[in-house]
């Protein structure tokens, strides 16, 4: 008794099986593609604002250093006219304190160190001998001076800002300077500082060293962090960003920027899982507007899954009943409709039979130049495709006809045309059967050597010029050839590489006089020269 074996699953339900295969395979890409881009946009705008924040923090640093040293400079031109006078130091030490608040503190010393004022005076230090390097640099350089940051007598971090007094006859007085706090409240910190720290937004300001100069946890100023840039990076691009990624903490977003007066770097940073955290609400509003038309889809698939295997269904439905007097009637009928699918798959297949010969046709029109029937660059290119795949050595002939602009000026581009063609026969009626003659454009053609060394092709070579010299062109007479060789022999060296050392040969031969042969590689390789 024979069993009949039926199949579990029919086309309606494979059909709906690739459908919904396909609609979670599309939602899933559109979801992870969604999921990229957003992720690499908030990325890039966060990277972004940061850069622009840190630029905008350096250049407002940047601006109150030159209102600092403007302030100072129009001091020391007043104290410079009387250096004597005690009283005038004074008031002018306090003015500049007290009218601008760019100082913490500011002091008149002269050329000894020693402090002739100082404002505010409960410092103490008028008529000390000051010995920091701040002091020093001022005093030895006699030129505005602002220090790199270091701590005071009273182990504060200050930058100290300084510029030299000369009276009116040239001579040296001293120094007005001031200093501005780093850990304790002053103008630069009040001017860092007046920004929105949210979401794990933070902001930081290091010099050369890498020393901390601002923070708003006052616990890290002072302290000294790993280089987040080099120095050469420094130097080359003053602001950017970056991901700053370590062990110890999470990956942040970085954007930095240098204050161009004092060398010093503001960076301004977001932590990355906090750039990212709208995603996952982003990807949840997507899932919803998608679902609706993904079930929507689902239904309109699952009908037309039924109305495509319908005829199938019929077909298999008579197929079942082989012992039924009327089947072979009933099978005749469905028959008739594969006939029908016969015919088209008939005209289909004929139909692809004449679109695979016009799209033949059509490649063969596109590779071929229709001035002179050869070869043209797309059609090379495919030659040396074919040759780099199969590891085909050979040789090339960079040609180009000698003068030939004069033709073209002189008898019009008709007769130039007819030398182009002249010369196009010439070259083909010189190939070899595996030879392929191409015009690499205008008056310029190659010829490629399968199996070819370059001795062997320079033979060819010459004998091609010889050819194109002794032939005689209605109207032109004679014309020339300057020919370059040079050789592939399939190493790891690219195709390129060799038709640009044809290219210089040719150049080469052009340089000798034209009407010549050049081999590549070689540095006296003219192999005939004929004058003309």
């Excluded at 005690?86 to 050329?111: I, P, W, Y």
């Excluded at 999470?250 to 204050?259: D, E, F, H, N």
Aim: net charge neutral; with cysteine.
């Amino acid at each position: 008794m024979l069993m009949r074996l039926r199949p579990k699953t029919d086309l309606r339900t494979l059909i709906a099986v690739l459908v919904i295969a396909s609609i979670v395979v599309t939602l899933t890409n559109a979801m992870y593609a969604t999921w990229r881009v957003q992720r690499m946009v908030l990325i890039d705008s966060t990277l972004e604002a940061n850069r622009a924040y840190a630029a905008k923090l350096a250049s407002t640093t940047e601006i109150f250093f030159q209102l600092a040293q403007s302030q100072l400079h129009y001091s020391a031109k007043q104290l410079g006219n009387d250096f004597d006078d005690v009283k005038l130091l004074t008031t002018e030490v306090d003015r500049l304190r007290e009218q601008t608040s760019s100082f913490n503190s500011v002091a008149v010393v002269d050329t000894n160190g020693i402090v002739k004022a100082i404002s505010p005076e409960s410092l103490t230090l008028k008529g000390m001998h000051l010995t920091s390097d701040a002091s020093k640099e001022a005093l030895a350089v006699r030129q505005p001076v602002i220090s790199k940051p270091t701590l005071s007598a009273a182990n504060n971090l200050i930058v100290f800002v300084s510029w030299p007094i000369w009276d009116g006859e040239g001579r040296y007085l001293g120094y007005i300077g001031g200093t501005i706090y780093l850990k304790k409240k002053s103008i630069l910190n009040a001017l860092l500082g007046q920004q929105f720290y949210r979401d794990g937004s933070s902001v930081y300001v290091i010099d050369s060293n890498n020393q901390v100069l601002y923070h708003q946890n006052s616990q890290l100023i002072g302290k000294v962090l790993p280089a987040i840039i080099s120095e050469h990076e420094r130097e080359e691009k003053p602001n950017g960003s970056l991901q700053i990624s370590s062990r110890d903490e999470k990956t942040r977003l970085a954007g930095y920027a240098i204050v161009p007066t004092t060398g010093w770097m503001v960076v301004t940073f977001k932590p990355m899982d906090v750039t990212l955290e709208p995603l996952s609400g982003l990807l949840m509003k997507v899932l919803k507007h998608s679902v609706p038309f993904a079930l929507l889809t689902l239904l309109v698939a699952v009908i037309l899954a039924r109305l495509i295997a319908l005829p199938l269904w019929q077909l298999a439905r008579k197929a079942s009943k082989m012992d039924a007097q009327s089947v072979s009637t009933e099978i005749s009928v469905i028959r008739a409709w594969y006939f029908e699918a016969a015919q088209v798959k008939r005209a289909l297949l004929t139909g692809i039979g004449l679109v695979q010969e016009k799209i033949g046709r059509l490649n063969s029109e596109a590779q071929t130049d229709p001035l002179t029937q050869l070869f043209n660059r797309r059609g090379l290119n495919a030659v040396l495709d074919y040759y780099q795949t199969m590891r085909q050595p050979f040789a090339v002939l960079a040609l180009d006809i000698d003068h030939f602009k004069r033709v073209n000026d002189t008898w019009g581009h008709d007769v130039g045309d007819n030398v182009i063609q002249q010369v196009a026969r010439t070259l083909t009626a010189s190939a070899r059967q595996t030879d392929v003659v191409c015009r690499n454009g205008g008056e310029e053609f190659l010829m490629l050597l399968p199996g070819s060394a370059a001795d062997e092709a320079s033979v060819l070579a010459e004998r091609v010029r010889k050819s194109i010299a002794n032939a005689w062109i209605e109207e032109v007479g004679n014309i020339t050839l300057s020919i370059g060789v040079a050789a592939w022999c399939g190493e790891d060296v690219a195709l390129e590489v060799t038709l640009k050392q044809a290219d210089a040969a040719l150049y080469q031969a052009k340089q000798a006089g034209r009407n010549c042969v050049c081999v590549s590689g070689k540095s006296v390789s003219l192999l005939s020269q004929t004058p003309h």
